[in-house]
């Protein structure tokens, strides 16, 4: 018999920080499906002694908060203010034994489902004891001031992503033995040592197929049948055109996050850094040409500017895909990138949306899963070593030299990383080392590696090795 496991999730940490050191509401923002309301019901059972629960998607739990508003305006006639009414009385409406003090967890869910709830957030917070937690899967909504108002004085908003590569590991009882291992140099690694980065490899390969999203994680640990974990993932794509459409009063339906979600492929492949200016061309158009690295797709002309970029916004903003800065002038990466790179925020939709492209080749497929792969263990296992969570990448204008991506450490060095899906040179790396611009460079690549001075090669699916390498030199 099959037991679900319990995922540990690195963000957990953070809910818990937040609880000891912070006294605003938490907003745990992500994509549906990747274990907000899970994390959050953990947290009232072990952290609290009383738990209320609040889901927005039913319609009689909004009905009652917004009912309970109509009174309150009535009401509130005679209090000074919205804070000093007693909101407790209002959650007595979702729990008959709600009692108003530190030890009592109200996790409201689905936040964009209410502009009305959203917008009494900062009274619930500043009139209760209790601890206010929010989760929201389509944030595009509440960024838009028409319609929410966000205090952001009141809030305090941790990301939440599937599950990333160190988790995966873990999920597959393979990171401690791997942990364990300092090197990733071939020659001295022990046999028993070669066996298991052998099965991390096959591992890594697995992950880049199905990506992390729990329900689909947990499918491959009882089945290890990589196709019905890829169909999981076609159905939660799926699910996500079909709730973002109702979020929308113009036609915004599947087809356009869907032409989007390609574009966005797209612009992976064929290094555009422009969408918006891909897309409105008007010019004749044809299938992937493998000789350019060009995609195009007549469909692609029949979305109107005005919807490509918000679609672009909401993607980003539900955390479906992220962004990179791209720098022209090494000296000068502090300023504000003109040009972005995208990305897809779980390996396994980019690998099922980009086998939908016509004609795009395995090793263009396999070359960028691996730099979205580097890109999200960069965005979210390394905010602590880095200034803010900037991922940059350098692309000069005339000579056409890049490194992949560019970050800056707490000190403002800089660490140069190239990614190459096979064996390769970096010479725009070697280039910016020599000169300064970089402190460090870092390869990663498909085969075991060293570190010579202040450069490193170091094989993709062991990536996290290189932590150390940011900061000692040291393997």
């Not at 300064?436 to 094989?459: N, V």
């Amino acid at each position: 018999m099959f037991i679900r496991k319990e995922f540990e999730r690195e963000v957990y940490k953070d809910i818990l920080r937040w609880k000891e050191t912070q006294d605003t509401a938490l907003l745990l923002s992500g994509p549906r499906q990747v274990g907000k309301t899970f994390l959050l019901r953990k947290l009232g059972r072990e952290e609290f002694k009383h738990c209320v629960y609040i889901n927005l998607t039913k319609k009689k739990d909004r009905d009652r908060f917004e009912q309970a508003c109509d009174e309150i305006n009535i009401i509130t006639r005679g209090w000074s203010s919205m804070e000093d009414f007693p909101w407790f009385r209002v959650l007595k409406l979702y729990d008959s034994i709600y009692e108003d003090s530190g030890d009592t967890l109200v996790i409201i869910d689905e936040i964009q489902q209410s502009s009305l709830m959203f917008e009494r957030i900062r009274e619930l917070r500043r009139s209760l004891h209790s601890r206010i937690t929010l989760t929201g899967s389509y944030l595009g909504r509440i960024r838009n001031p028409d319609d929410f108002w966000y205090s952001a004085g009141d809030i305090t908003e941790i990301e939440m992503s599937a599950l990333s590569y160190v988790e995966f590991l873990k999920a597959n009882d393979l990171h401690k033995q791997y942990s364990e291992i300092s090197s990733y140099d071939l020659t001295k690694l022990t046999v028993v040592e070669k066996g298991i980065y052998n099965e991390i490899e096959r591992i890594y390969d697995v992950y880049l197929m199905i990506g992390g999203y729990p329900d689909v994680v947990h499918e491959w640990l009882r089945t290890k049948n990589i196709d019905q974990c890829r169909y999981m993932v076609e159905q939660i794509i799926n699910a996500f055109y079909r709730e973002s459409s109702e979020y929308f009063t113009e036609n915004m339906s599947k087809f356009l996050w869907d032409k989007t979600m390609r574009m966005v492929i797209t612009s992976i492949v064929s290094r555009i850094t422009d969408l918006d200016v891909r897309l409105s061309k008007n010019e004749p158009v044809d299938d992937y040409k493998p000789e350019t690295g060009v995609i195009r797709d007549e469909n692609s002309l029949m979305v109107r500017r005005k919807d490509r970029v918000s679609a672009l916004r909401w993607l980003s903003d539900c955390l479906l895909i992220g962004e990179a800065g791209i720098y022209e002038d090494m000296e000068k990466l502090i300023e504000s990138a003109r040009k972005l790179r995208f990305f897809v925020m779980d390996p396994g939709v980019l690998s099922v949306m980009g086998s939908w492209i016509p004609n795009l080749r395995e090793d263009d497929l396999k070359g960028i899963a691996a730099e979205n792969f580097v890109y999200l263990y960069l965005r979210t296992q390394l905010g602590g070593l880095f200034r803010g969570r900037v991922v940059m990448s350098y692309m000069h204008p005339t000579a056409k030299a890049e490194i992949d991506f560019v970050m800056m450490l707490k000190d403002k060095s800089l660490i140069g990383i190239e990614v190459k899906s096979f064996k390769g040179g970096v010479k725009s790396g070697e280039r910016a080392l020599k000169k300064g611009y970089i402190k460090k460079l870092i390869k990663l690549q498909d085969t075991f590696g060293s570190i010579e001075g202040d450069r490193a090669t170091i094989p993709i699916f062991a990536v996290d090795k290189m932590n150390g390498f940011f900061l000692t030199g040291d393997s």
